[in-house]
């Protein structure tokens, strides 16, 4: 369930989150997953700590992941440390963000003062020695009293472990590289065998790239796309004046969907986002 809670007030995003968690344990559901995004975009105040802290005790549990490693993405972690490639988040462009700039690499340093929960790292060395070894981690790190960890990981490989390090869980967190994982050992055939359960339900029609993020990488991605494909830039400015940039958009797009995929974007640099209006 898509929820947009990353900025909004943390009571906010913990209500809605909440919502979204009791209306799926009435339909069943027994074992969940709380996705954060990669970048592990937050400030102290949260979102990531406090809805974390609140699905935890919904559930019952005493202990969770926050592991936001995606290696799709070039998405590691590394002695608590997050890297975006080769460099430490801390330098790359989300240390720009508007709302959530990423100044600390360190992930137990920055979730820290979100959660109620102590928050211990658990490094390679343990991960890249198996399942067995990140449990025996986690048994003794709970009754040492913490109750979030922050796992190494390095590629798909660490992700599965500790997917299946924590099968029993009823809560994981993390991005998208962890819900691979944890598909691993929810399915006997593995991740893979996973996707290729799911029905396909895109078998035509008209495709569009919507993009809003200021982020250095999804600049370079509009960018690209633009040379070969056509854009409609939305303005911000005239969105919140009430100019109705949704049906301007949508006829823009009426001619030209079913030929190529069509952009629509508000991406823009940082220091465009921050400039005061106009």
């Not at 943390?10 to 074992?31: C, E, M, N, T």
């Not at 549990?61 to 592991?67: H, I, K, V």
């Not at 959660?115 to 449990?135: F, I, N, P, S």
Request: with cysteine.
């Amino acid at each position: 369930m898509a929820l947009k809670t990353r900025t909004i007030d943390p009571s906010d995003a913990v209500a809605q989150s909440l919502a979204a968690l009791r209306w799926l344990q009435h339909r069943g559901a027994a074992k969940f997953y709380f996705k954060h995004c990669s970048t592990f975009d937050s400030t102290e105040r949260g979102n990531i700590g406090p809805v974390l802290d609140a699905m935890l005790a919904e559930l019952g549990g005493d202990f969770t992941t926050a592991c936001p490693a995606f290696r799709a993405n070039a998405r590691t972690i590394y002695k608590r440390n997050l890297f975006v490639g080769d460099i430490q988040l801390s330098v790359s462009g989300v240390k720009n963000h508007p709302l959530t700039p990423m100044t600390d690499s360190n992930l137990v340093r920055v979730l820290a003062p979100q959660t109620l929960h102590k928050v211990a790292g658990c490094y390679h060395e343990t991960v890249k020695q198996g399942v067995d070894a990140v449990r025996a981690w986690v048994s003794k790190a709970r009754a040492d009293g913490y109750g979030v960890a922050v796992l190494d990981a390095m590629d798909d490989a660490d992700l599965g472990v500790i997917a299946a390090a924590f099968d029993d869980a009823p809560l994981l967190t993390g991005a998208s590289g962890l819900a691979y994982g944890l598909a691993g050992t929810l399915f006997r055939g593995g991740a893979a065998t996973a996707l290729e359960l799911a029905p396909s339900a895109m078998q035509g029609g008209s495709r569009a790239v919507i993009s809003g993020s200021c982020s250095t990488a999804t600049n370079g991605q509009v960018e690209k796309m633009l040379r070969d494909h056509e854009g409609f830039r939305i303005d911000v400015e005239q969105l919140a004046r009430g100019q109705d940039v949704v049906k301007e958009a949508l006829d823009w797009a009426k001619d030209r969907l079913g030929q190529k995929p069509v952009l629509f974007y508000a991406t823009t640099a940082p220091d465009q986002v921050k400039a005061p209006s106009s």
